[in-house]
């Protein structure tokens, strides 16, 4: 209890620090559960169409599930008088919390002895925090599926013991953790269903008919509770017009992940860091070897609960309906079902009894497995917690350390991956872009700030995120090959294309700030240089017209004239038009994403997202 405490006050401190504001990295996971808390008051759909990002794309859509989840929690506190961010930073901090405590409870409920579920415990908590998948989802802003992952396993544990001990109470439980991990992590049936479908064909001979009652029921719950969730994620690419998925790895990474080898880091999440997770597969595959004589119906029960899910993370990518679900994610549940048959062997292996009865043999392969087993555990934790490691020395003369052949205390020191509070320089220039009257977008370069900015003001954004794949996402000019290097007529056609009328740099931007005749510098806040357009920033591509407002799912157009009308705003296909104009997409050179014609336009119009309904 006292690591896991020293562990949420190190990587989740910054939570409390930042209660109001997203936390850094959440800028993404920010906007999208502001959207969806939007959507769902709205309209009942946990996305919207923001035309203040990126001069219009969903948000909340494409990673919707995540988003979906999250903003679920968190609306559950909204009544309270708490701000989005606020609760969403509280639901943060209660998920990390509730770990250990699932870890050993889902172990006891399996009929692990209290030590053996103690160490359970201990692995959920490492794993949770040094194993590369687990702390990239929470860390990136997916701490609903993390939490979805929990649920799983204990829902699993719940109905093993119900059926062991002819329980109805803890089918009940059973059910409600299934339903709230279902809805939270959409692939959540596929890591129960088949362990559940096991035990009910075992026991149903045996188990009273309360309980038989109990089960069926418990399993339409579930199903029903994932349909919202799970249909949706299904139904993503008719939406998104070949916008490619994510955290979708083929068969061939497992091979790559063994051994900690990052190829894509959008198909696993970057660094990759998998010492513990093969540890628990190993240590859970002998267990389970040794289960199977005495204890077949728990072995059977865990090896479904492991196997299904690693089976169909790998799988997954050569689904073309799965890849979009971001099947990869299921690897979290997998692990951590591991780690309860890895708790009871390891909980035995490490005892003084257990290795004054090992022969001279066993304890020499002990110590070469601890010898392989421990340098790569103090690499894994240094990942995370760079503080451990000593301060890299410089040679003389060598200004390069990411091109230097020499290792050791020479190579570049790890990212630091732990929540922080945003910058007080970002919360300025947000305030200052809130209140300036400039007209047009701002071009944000930094993608942590411009995510920051988009979450927490109305201000219309063209920045984020570098690897997005949203519809429209190639509007930012710093997520091209050239990282914004154009000159000249080729930046003067950009920023009439996007209408942008600031453009915030900071760090090295030579290219992009010397252009005197298309660039006027307005302001610094902290490290932000802030240059006004000198380019005419109208929404308007033909036509004419004044854009009253813009915000979650509607643009008010007024003082329009022009036939047909087209704005510069990305086209989408659920986008409706008010009063008897229709909408139309229209191409633009450069750009994969349409722009919007409106044909039969009045003077005053508005147009909405309709969800294709």
Request: charged share 15%.
């Amino acid at each position: 209890m006292a690591l896991h405490l020293v562990l949420v006050a190190y990587f989740v401190g910054p939570v409390l620090a930042a209660l109001t504001e997203p936390v850094v990295d959440y800028g993404l996971g920010a906007h999208h559960l502001a959207s969806a808390l939007d959507g769902i008051r709205s309209d009942g759909v946990a996305w919207v169409y923001d035309p203040t990002a990126q001069a219009g794309q969903p948000a909340g859509l494409i990673e919707r599930s995540s988003a979906r989840g999250g903003s679920i929690l968190a609306l559950g506190l909204t009544p309270l008088g708490l701000g989005a961010f606020t609760a969403q930073n509280l639901v943060t901090l209660a998920v990390h919390s509730v770990v250990p405590f699932v870890g050993y409870a889902s172990a006891r409920l399996f009929g692990l002895e209290r030590r053996s579920a103690l160490v359970t415990a201990l692995l959920w908590v490492l794993l949770w925090y040094f194993d590369s998948l687990s702390h990239w989802l929470w860390f990136t802003g997916r701490i609903s599926w993390s939490l979805g992952a929990m649920m799983s396993v204990l829902g699993a544990a719940l109905f093993f013991s119900a059926l062991e001990r002819r329980r109805a109470s803890l089918v009940a439980a059973a059910a409600l953790a299934v339903s709230l991990a279902a809805v939270v992590l959409p692939l959540a049936l596929l890591v129960v269903a088949l362990p559940a479908l096991l035990l009910y064909r075992r026991g149903r001979r045996e188990v009273g008919s309360g309980v038989a009652v109990s089960a069926g029921v418990a399993g339409a719950v579930a199903i029903a509770a994932a349909a919202t969730a799970l249909f949706p994620v299904f139904d993503t690419p008719r939406f998104d017009s070949g916008v490619g998925p994510v955290l979708a790895p083929t068969a061939d990474f497992f091979f790559t992940d063994l051994v900690d080898l990052l190829r894509d880091s959008e198909m696993t999440g970057a660094p990759v860091r998998t010492m513990l997770r093969m540890l628990c597969l190993v240590a859970c595959g002998i267990q389970l070897w040794r289960w199977h004589a005495n204890s077949k119906a728990r072995a059977e029960t865990l090896l479904a609960l492991v196997a299904v899910p690693l089976f169909a993370a790998y799988a997954g990518g050569h689904v073309p309906g799965l890849r979009y679900a971001e099947p990869y994610a299921l690897v979290l549940p997998a692990t951590l079902a591991a780690a309860i048959g890895a708790g009871a062997l390891l909980s035995r292996v490490v005892t003084v009894a257990h290795w004054q009865e090992t022969t001279r043999t066993g304890r020499v392969l002990l110590g070469l497995a601890a010898l392989v087993v421990l340098p790569r555990f103090a690499q894994t934790v240094a990942q995370y917690v760079p503080e451990v490691l000593p301060t890299p020395l410089r040679v003389a003369g060598d200004e390069r350390p990411f091109a230097s052949p020499l290792v050791g205390l020479n190579e570049p020191r790890p990212d630091q991956q732990t929540y922080r509070a945003p910058k007080e320089s970002w919360v300025e220039l947000a305030d200052w872009l809130d209140a300036s009257p400039l007209p047009g977008r701002a071009l944000i370069q930094s993608w942590d700030v411009a995510q920051h900015v988009v979450a927490t003001t109305d201000v219309a954004v063209i920045g984020g995120v570098i690897e997005s794949r949203l519809p429209g996402a190639e509007a930012n000019l710093f997520s091209r090959p050239d990282h914004g290097a154009l000159h000249g007529y080729a930046l003067q056609v950009y920023l009439e294309t996007y209408a942008v009328g600031v453009v915030v740099v900071s760090g090295a931007s030579l290219a992009l700030e010397h252009q005197p005749a298309l660039l006027r510098f307005r302001a610094e806040v902290g490290e932000f240089r802030i240059f006004e357009t000198l380019v005419d920033p109208t929404y308007f591509m033909r036509g004419k017209g004044r854009i009253q407002s813009q915000r979650n799912n509607v643009i008010e157009v007024a003082d329009a004239s022009g036939e047909p009308l087209v704005l510069r705003f990305h086209w989408y296909p659920t986008l409706e038009c008010d009063p008897g104009c229709t909408l139309e997409p229209e191409g633009v050179d450069g750009q994969l994403t349409p722009f919007i014609r409106v044909r039969g336009a009045p003077t005053a119009f508005v147009i909405r997202n309709g969800y294709g309904r």
